[in-house]
């Protein structure tokens, strides 16, 4: 017990009897693609896309490599594949995310829409979900897949 004290274990659940914590089942959103079906004001959107992590945080996952967004205009189709590497993208079986698209503008950001995803959706196809706010109408394209 003291070895288990210094390692930051607690109790090491050795009595007869004790339950075991389940390991979490782990899979990831893998996103795919963002259409715009209407830009929210002028001739385009400056879009971004968060995700809620594991703490209830609002992460960026696109664009990735260090852009901040993409002009998105009516008609546009736009990979997300450049954010599948983010590690806010994996969650339990049972957890959801928040996916949330945003128009940045000079003072601010604007909301697009937000789809709730679920890990129990692993293993479907690939999903579509419309995403409208602040004027602007958009369908993003995404799977969950086991890990």
């Known amino acids: ?17 004790t339950a075991q ?4 089942d782990y899979v990831k ?3 795919l693609e963002l259409t715009c079906h209407q830009n929210s004001e002028g001739n385009h959107d400056e879009a971004y896309l968060n995700i809620t ?7 960026k996952v696109w ?3 260090g852009i901040s967004y993409q002009t998105m205009g009516s008609g546009y189709v736009r ?11 994996i969650l339990g079986r049972e957890q959801a995310r928040t996916l949330t698209l945003w128009d940045k503008d000079t003072f601010g950001s604007d909301k697009l829409g937000a789809t709730l995803v679920t890990g129990s ?3 479907a196809e690939v999903q579509y979900r419309s995403l409208e706010g602040s ?5 993003i394209a995404y799977r969950v897949i086991d890990i």
């Open 63 to 65: 664009p990735g490599n």
């Open 121 to 123: 959706e692993a293993g």
């Open 1 to 17: 017990m003291a070895a288990a004290a210094l390692l930051g274990l607690g109790s090491l659940g050795v009595f007869a009897g």
């Open 21 to 24: 914590a389940e390991p979490i």
């Open 29 to 31: 959103i893998e996103l």
């Open 135 to 139: 004027g602007g109408v958009y369908t």
């Open 53 to 59: 992590d594991a703490n209830g945080n609002q992460v």
């Open 79 to 89: 990979s997300l594949t450049d954010g599948n590497g983010n590690s806010a993208l």
